[in-house]
């Protein structure tokens, strides 16, 4: 299953995750299921347990905290950015995204608190 922040309209890419006021959840035997971000405001582990609960294996998102990618690495879900000029899920191609890894994640996971030049 893949997941991915959207803004209220239902469509549009959110710039952020956790704070994203709905997801896309999309099955590609099953199809599409959009649900509120009931956990928006919500700072534990329940946030995550949600997508554990739909079998979440993919997110993509437009940006994200390097805080955020170690929580989401420990449940499996790999996390793949999508280029700021897509507008709308529907227009985003698969082929075109870029896996973050441990190796690049210092690097695109730059939202959050945390202080980023001790990971340059």
């Known amino acids: 299953m893949i997941v991915i922040p959207v803004k209220s309209d239902e469509k549009t ?25 009931h956990f928006k405001a919500d700072k534990s ?15 993509y998102v437009k940006s994200l905290g390097y ?6 690495k420990k449940l499996n879900i790999d996390l793949y950015l999508i280029s700021e000029d897509i507008e709308f899920y529907t227009h985003i191609n698969p ?12 690097h695109y996971c730059t939202m959050g608190h945390h202080n980023k030049d001790k990971f340059n």
């Open 95 to 106: 082929d075109e995204l870029i896996l973050i890894t441990d190796e690049n994640a210092k």
């Open 67 to 72: 805080k955020t990618y170690l929580k989401l």
């Open 13 to 37: 890419i959110a710039n952020g995750f956790r704070k994203a006021p709905m997801f896309v959840f999309i099955d590609p035997k099953s199809g599409i299921l959009v649900q509120e971000n």
């Open 45 to 59: 582990t329940l946030f995550f347990e949600n997508f554990k609960k739909y079998d979440v294996d993919k997110l």
